[in-house]
Structures are given as C-alpha cells and as structure tokens.
C-alpha cells in the first residue's frame, strides 16, 4: 500500500518535471542553397538539449517523405546506420566537437553534394523523455549549361523569341523584357508561354513569346532580354537582343526600286 503509493508519487513528479524538461531539439542547421558541385561537403546538424535523464536516446535523420531514416545513431548501443541511398555519400569518421557521448554522431557531413540530394531534411529525436522533429529545406542548385536567347521571323511583320536553358536545377524563374528604343525603363512580358523538360536529375526551360512589329517603336532597335534567376541565390544570367522591326516605309522603297530595275 504504502510502496504503491510512493510510485504513484514518483511517477506524478515524474510526468511533471518531464513535461517542464522534455528533450527538444534546440537548432536545426540545413543551409538553404548550395551550388551542385562545388563543395566539397555540407554538414547538416541537428542540436538538443539532452540530459542525463534522458534515457535510449535515438537520432534519426529522413529526407523528404521516404519513410525510412537515412541515418539513425542509437548512442548506447554504439550502433549508426546509413541507408543505402546515401551509402558511400556520408562521412562517418566525423563528429561533433566539443561532443559528448550523446551528441557525437548526431550530424550528417553529405560529401561532394549534388542537386539529386536537395530536399526536405528532417531530424527526429526521442528518448524515454521525449521526442522532438524538426525539418529544413535544402536545394542543391545547378546553374544552367547554356543559355540561348534568339529569335525566328515567322511572318514579314512578327518575329517568335525563344530563350531556354538546358541541364539546370531546379527550375528557374525565366524573366523577359522589353525596352523601347531610348527608353530608361523596361516592360515585363507576361504573354509568354514555358515549356518544362525534365531530364534525369534536371530540367531543360523554353520561354517563347511572339512579337509583333507594328507594336514596336519603328524609331531604332528595341532591346529584349532575357534574365534567368534562383531567387534566394546570387545565381543570374541575361542575355539581350536588340531587335529592328521591318520599316514599312523602307519596304515600300525596296519594293519600288525593285519593280524600277525590273523595268
Ligand atoms: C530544452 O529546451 C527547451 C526550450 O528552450 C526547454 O523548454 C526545455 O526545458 C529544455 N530541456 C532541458 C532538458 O533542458
Ligand atoms: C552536379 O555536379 C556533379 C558533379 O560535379 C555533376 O556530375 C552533375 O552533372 C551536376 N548536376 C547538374 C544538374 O548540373
Ligand atoms: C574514415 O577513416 C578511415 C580510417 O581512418 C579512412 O580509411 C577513410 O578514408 C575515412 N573516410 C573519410 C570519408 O574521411
Ligand atoms: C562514454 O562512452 C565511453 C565508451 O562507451 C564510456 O567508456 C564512457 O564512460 C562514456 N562516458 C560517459 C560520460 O557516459
Ligand atoms: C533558336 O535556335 C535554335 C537552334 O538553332 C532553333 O532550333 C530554334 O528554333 C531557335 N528558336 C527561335 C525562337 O528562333
């Protein structure tokens, strides 16, 4: 009776100092972007506040809705395992510094990260205390291979633009524009049509617009350009044509001149 009593207590004062002290993870650091290819690693880490109360703590690490961890570290059984799609992609000898038993292994060092590893990045934490998650985006961005801006006259008078990207991740924002002869400021073009190509691990970007010339200042070239960006990223490309709509009145002199030396 009296034994039973003192466990009910102790597990009341448990369950309250618990809930006032449950593990939480305190920082979750994922860079946001990086750029495919240039480096050499990336260490996603995963901070909590754990205590010595803590008992059986496991960290796992997922990547984006697969439901298995891509890595899982159960500190008291000395036992960590990396899923097979990163196998070969995580560096194992690395650990936290300063670290203790329980926070040593709790990183992801990703080496040499490629776009095919962007995504959402979660860390659950549990022990007999508690359990915290926490998730951070990561995009691992390819800067396109070639970017091609020109132009096809489809009639005497209108001309078809096409600006496209090739082998880029992820999908860009492609921005066009047009600015008047002697103008200072220019005008978006918003009747556009994009095509989406997906490769393996890529995208190839095709923006197409048509232009009609009567609608263009017959008074010298008006530029066109074409800017390519990932928003959040110090990633962009432009390229401009200076484009010279047909004159009607230089036509109607070719066409003079012609019928004059056909006579
Ligand atoms: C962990 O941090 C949270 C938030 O700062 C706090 O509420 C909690 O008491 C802390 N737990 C421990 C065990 O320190
Ligand atoms: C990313 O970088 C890797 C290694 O440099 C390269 O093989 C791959 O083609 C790149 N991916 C893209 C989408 O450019
Ligand atoms: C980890 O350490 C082992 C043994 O020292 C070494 O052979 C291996 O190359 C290291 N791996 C990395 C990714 O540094
Ligand atoms: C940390 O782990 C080592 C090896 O398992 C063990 O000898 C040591 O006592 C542990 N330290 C603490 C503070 O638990
Ligand atoms: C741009 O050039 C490519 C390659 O020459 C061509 O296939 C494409 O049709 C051109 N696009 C336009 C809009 O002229």
């Known amino acids: 009776m009296c034994d039973g009593m003192s466990a009910f207590l102790r597990l009341v004062i448990f369950v309250a100092f618990n809930g006032l002290q449950a593990l939480q993870i305190t920082q979750l650091s994922v860079p946001r972007w990086i750029e495919n290819g240039t480096q050499e690693s990336v260490t996603l880490d995963c901070v909590y506040n754990f205590t010595y109360e803590d008992d059986h703590l496991v960290v796992k690490w997922f990547h984006n809705d697969d439901p298995k961890p891509i890595y899982q570290w159960i500190p008291e059984l000395g036992s960590r395992l990396v899923s097979e799609k990163l196998q070969g ?28 590893l962007s995504g959402k990045y979660s860390c659950h934490v549990t022990s007999f205390n508690g359990l915290d998650t926490a998730e951070k985006e990561m995009t691992v961005y390819a800067p396109a291979k070639f970017l ?84 959040g990223t110090n990633y962009q490309r432009l390229s401009s044509i200076n484009y010279y709509p047909e004159c009607q009145s230089i036509l109607e002199i070719d066409q003079s001149r012609n019928i004059i030396t056909d006579i």
Do not use: W
């Open 148 to 231: 091609r801006f020109n132009y096809t006259k489809t009639t005497s008078d209108k001309a078809k633009f096409g600006c496209e990207v090739d082998q880029v991740y992820p999908i860009p924002d492609i921005d066009v524009f047009q600015t008047s002869p002697g103008a200072s400021e220019h005008t978006v073009i918003t009747d556009k049509e994009t095509e989406v190509f997906h490769q393996e691990y890529s995208y190839k970007v095709s923006v197409t617009y048509e232009v009609d010339d009567s609608e263009l200042s017959p008074d010298g070239a008006t530029r066109f350009d074409c800017f390519v960006s990932f928003p």
């Open 89 to 116: 992609r995580i560096d194992m000898n690395s650990s936290t510094t300063p670290s203790t038993n329980f926070t040593q292994y709790r990183s992801l060092r990703i080496l040499k990260p490629t776009s095919q």
